[in-house]
């Protein structure tokens, strides 16, 4: 036993240690070099009585140098595998593997509309209003100026309940409750479904949604009406949109007016939403028309106002190219998918 | 209405083509929908509103075209040349019911031939929709396009003592009106009559007793003006709208009858027929035409521009009206005859409007002073779910309000004239959400979760508002690689109720379940809210389907968030396996567990539910995990120990403890 069998030992160490891939490996590496009884460096220490005693020392010593730098190895070697090991499962990660989603849902593309319109409103300081959607004959027509057997009342042909009851037309019944409940001035919008007894066709069903404004006070004027409803195309449409009013006739304003923006999908230049005409009507307006003070006990001397209404739906068929209406109650789910909110 | 830009142009002179012209109509309130060329006339298609009867002609159409363009109006001749025997001496008119027709006229035209119309006029009633018939019907169908006054002959030789009695109808009488229809009258129609039977619905439509024929020789023209009311009753009640009934039940010109007459008298003279002497007009006293008084300054306060007397003036003259100003604060309008639909200041004001232009009324805010209200309770409560239930992943959809009813309609609303198989009010709002289920299941897609927000109308119930949940996907939307799709699942729906709940502050909330049924009821605060139940749609898709009163909800809901502090003191968990009757519900354990642990007793958490045939029969195993803490100091381990004891003893009660 001398210094050379020393380094021979370490030397195929060295070549082992290599050859281990994995933990198990390391461990029978580590019994076979370190244990107290069987280890390769065991036996050399188990042997030094026996070395000639000029070299003993350094023998010794040696030894005991090799026995560190094994388990320093051993230990190295062992980190290394276990990162390696970490890294292989690193590499398994595909991150292109799709995700998994949680469940989506989506609001109506009739609620969005809604929102949008309520909130434009909200910040021009609006309050929102509603009310029953079965209302009397009284609030739906007489008191919106439509008496019995009143032409009008053929573009509003209705669901009857009973002689009285009613579903409501459009939401100008909420609008008479509020005044009769409020004092002017005031300033509201009411939201909600109506009805009418109209063949369903792709631009008909015989209940849609309606958004209804009204605006009551001292020195309330057409001038007041077309502001706030071209900041609301602005709003709603883009800053380009530009408005157009036309005469047009509802009983419970005067005067009325028929209310078209420039066509935002082809500039004005002619397609097939606004049928060529570079217009496209979206909502009816007019000033509230004294009969509906007298009505609900305002003072037609004291107060004038204005009131618009706009249809919910058609202005969603508009926004997102829709052609069939009906597709609104079918609630198809690949069609109301189809409104990320 | 359709009618010929020609038409239009030699009428009013007009100096724009017909692009132009339809541009203005429609900028004067006369919607031109469409314009089509017809040879080398165009067409316009307009939507003349309901308030303006007198457009309803060409006259009526080019006297606007007129004013707008400053022309003058070309005026028709109707001044047919009498002659032979006195009106008197050939026909009577009796008018019985003058509230229901306040003027008859009617002329009497002999040597009459009848045959095919001249070229010119073929062709204008043609373009107009009206299919020509002889001379005579398109000559009175002419001059109601021209001058918008309906007007019909009659043949004299057919009418019962030659005479005409404009009555109520008799209840039983019939009439076999010109569409081949024989209609049983009822004593609220007004008719016209001969010596003993109805000839005509009066306002509407002829009968075919009395109809013009080949061989007619003497005429009788009746021009007359019946109450818009009962033409519009009338009608609706017959079914049976007319060109002339429409016309009527807008109300027409008190002053028409004669001229239409004579410009029907003048046409068929030119065609070769004989006028008789004079014409009958029993006429009982009309309203003279309304004069308006209008403060300038009320035109500039409701329109927001300023418009001087003078314009004012200018505007309502070259409209027809007789106009006095009285200095620059005022003027006095006399309204002309053919405008019934002005009656009121704020008339003119509509008036002057359109012609400055709408589009010239500056845009301005109004305004703020109303204070804005916050939203509504019940609107924010709306909102405030749309949100969660769509975060939650459900989809919102939207159902017809009335609905095909089920066998038995009990406790639903019905319509009285519905349109279609959905007859009913809908009075829950399943129906809707099955129908929005099936129709997604028979397009193939079986995963959905569904919502619904609206209003139902139970019989003898105020209309409330209402939340439909109806779950039929599991809780993914589709399977993933790492696991497959679910089932829809009661707790799941459940789930999002109790957390929709919280998260709107429902208070006392509880489930129940419905007896001897898979279904919950649900209260809050004491009061039942809902329900939650299984169902089977199309007999084959398992699904569940929620209804919450929103209403009775919204009544015990707590609105203020109020701050409890954070606990900094540690918690301590411990478990407790026991077995309890299948028939013990949860929500029992839950109230035995937590009167027994107290204010320390912080949580409670089924961590485990155990059924299967290592049990012994009829009981189920269920696991608890109780989490104590103090909100005033740490618990000692001793401490803990103890409250769990007590927790167990109360388990201990209802079943058997495991160790």
Known sequence: MDLTDIEALEARFNGELQACADDRALTALHDAYLSRKRGHIGEIMRQLPQVDPSVRGAVGQRANALKRRVEEAIEKRRAELAEAAQQAIVDLVDVTLPGIRPRRGFIHPISQ??????????????????????????????????????????????????????????????????MERRKPPLRIIAPGRVFRRDATDATHTPMFFQVEGLVVGKGISFAHLRGTLQTFAHMMFGPDVKLRLRPSYFPFVEPGAEVDISCFLCKGNGCRVCKDSGWIEILGAGMVHPALFDRVGYDRKEVTGFAFGMGIDRITLLKHGIEDTRLFFENDYRFLSQFRS | MKISYLWLRDLAKLPAGPLETAKALTSMGHAVDTVSKLWEDHIFDLDITSNRPDCLSAIGLARELAAYYGTNLHTRPASPVEEGQRIENLTTVVVDAPDLCPRYCARVLT?????ESPAWLKSRVDAHGFRSINNVVDVTNFVMLEMG?????????????????????????????????????????????????????????????????????????????????????????????????????????????????????????????????????VKSATRPPAVIDLKVADVHALLGVEIGAEECARFLDLLGFTVKLNGAESLQARVPTHRVDVSSPVDLIEEIARFHGYDRIPAALPPLDSEPEPLPAHLALEEDIRDFLVGAGLTEVITYSFVQPPADPAGMVPLRNAISERTHLRSSLAAGMREAALHNINNGHEDFRFFELGHVFPAGQRESAALGILVSGGATAEPTWRAPADRPDFFEVKGIIEELFERVAAKWVAFRRRDGTAAAEISAGGAAVGWIEPLTIDGRHPAYLAEINLDALALRIGRRVDYAPVVRYPASWRDVSFLVDESTEYASVVKAVADAGGRELGSITLIDLYRGDKLPGGKKSMTLRLRYQSATRTLTSAEVDELHARCVEAVATLGSVRR
Do not use: W
């Open chain 2, 149 to 281: 006054h309906p007007v019909h002959a009659f043949d004299l030789d057919r009418l019962g003592g030659h005479m005409i009695r404009v009555r109520k109808a008799k209840a039983g009488e019939r009439l076999r009106t010109l569409d081949a229809v024989d209609r049983l009258l009822d004593p609220e129609v007004l008719v016209i009559a001969d010596q003993k039977e109805p000839v005509a619905l009066a306002g509407i439509m002829g009968g075919e007793l009395s109809e013009i024929s080949a061989g007619t020789t003497r005429i009788l023209l009746e021009s007359a003006l019946f109450d818009p009311m009962n033409v519009r009753r009338s009608s609706k009640r017959l079914g049976l709208r007319t060109e002339a009934s429409a016309r009527f039940e807008k109300g027409c010109d008190p002053e028409a009858p004669p001229r239409a007459a004579d410009r029907v008298c003048h046409l068929l003279q030119e065609m070769g027929c004989v006028v008789a002497r004079g014409y009958l007009d």
């Open chain 1, 113 to 178: 509309t809604r929102r949008e319109i309520c909130r434009i409103f909200m910040q021009m300081g609006y309050s929102i209003e509603d009310g029953p959607e079965l209302d009397t004959e009284y609030y739906n027509f007489e008191a919106a100026n439509i008496p019995r057997d009143h032409p009008a009342r053929d573009a509003q042909d209705s669901f009857y309940v009973t002689d009285d009851l009613l579903l409501r037309t459009h939401t100008t019944p909420v609008q008479i409750h509020a």
């Open chain 2, 111 to 115: 040597s009459v031939k009848i045959g």
